[in-house]
């Protein structure tokens, strides 16, 4: 079985164990499926910018051509900056873009992925975002009406909590560190000034999130395309945006969104 196309991030549906597609081309792939078999993917030297299509010698910020970066609402500052944000001023890339994204209910939440993690998404993009960060665990700490807001809120946090993800933590898939969420969220909460606790989340609900693996690794290391062309290896694990591999490598399929390559299992 052979599929070609351009690479994009892994479609996922929350589910025990949570269920990965895998859009290359017009196809999309059921990776689940792939745990224990032998792939191959071949990158063949072509990448196309995810948002104008075409071809570019180098991807930045997972996937745009060098005029996309600087122009695309999908590559604006506000999308890794939340705080950034200045839609509800009338100030955006593409404003019929920022009221559908930026305009909306958006959540500050608390995921565990190898520590107590803050965190910013979109409300239709739960339990997504969580899943994509390689979280094992998530709550939702407030909800705003739009994306600047809860950006300082996530700053104001980060006093206390980190905003990142150690990779290979969370790939090795070692224990997280005791933390009870819901008095985390209280802290949380009880960190904020007064005008910003009253966008404190009304639910104190849980996501709990099980990751596809035969196994994880005792160590691991990361795969490029541009270093290595063709990766050919035993599909032992998916988490986060990342294929595990028998051999303890991992490929961060986000990371090469617009590379054409091959697939063959």
């Known amino acids: 079985m052979k599929i070609e196309g351009n690479l994009l991030k892994m479609r996922v549906e929350q589910d025990r164990p949570v269920r990965y597609f895998l859009p290359l081309g017009e196809q999309e792939i059921f990776l689940n499926d792939w745990l224990g078999k032998e792939i191959s993917l071949f990158f063949n030297g ?88 390689g979280a094992s665990a998530a709550l939702i700490v407030a909800q705003t009406p739009n994306r600047h807001i809860a950006g ?55 996501t709990r999130i099980e990751y596809p693996a035969l196994r994880f690794p005792e160590k691991i290391k990361s795969l490029s395309f541009d270093k290595q062309p063709e990766i050919r290896d035993v599909l032992t694990a998916i988490k986060g945006q990342y294929l595990i591999f028998d051999s303890g490598s991992a490929l961060n399929v986000r990371k090469h969104s617009g590379y054409h390559i091959s697939v063959t299992v």
């Not at 300082?152 to 006093?159: N, P, Y």
Request: glycine residues 4%.
């Open 46 to 133: 072509r990448i196309n910018c995810i948002s104008c299509g075409k071809l570019t010698k180098t991807s930045f910020g997972q996937g745009f051509c060098y005029s996309c970066l600087q122009t695309s609402p999908e590559a604006s500052e506000s999308v890794l900056r939340p705080e950034l944000s200045k839609a509800h001023f009338g100030i955006a890339r593409d404003l019929e873009w920022a009221a559908r994204h930026d305009l909306i209910d958006h959540y500050v939440y608390l995921a565990l992925s190898s520590d107590v993690k803050v965190g910013v998404t979109r409300n239709h993009q739960v339990p997504t975002r969580w899943i994509d960060q």
């Open 152 to 206: 300082v809120i996530e700053v104001w946090l980060k006093q206390f909590y980190t905003d990142k993800t150690n990779w290979r933590d969370m790939l090795l898939n070692k224990p997280d560190k005791e933390a009870d969420l819901l008095e985390e969220k209280q802290n949380a909460l009880r960190f904020l000034p007064a005008e910003l606790q009253k966008y404190a989340a009304a639910t104190d609900e849980i």
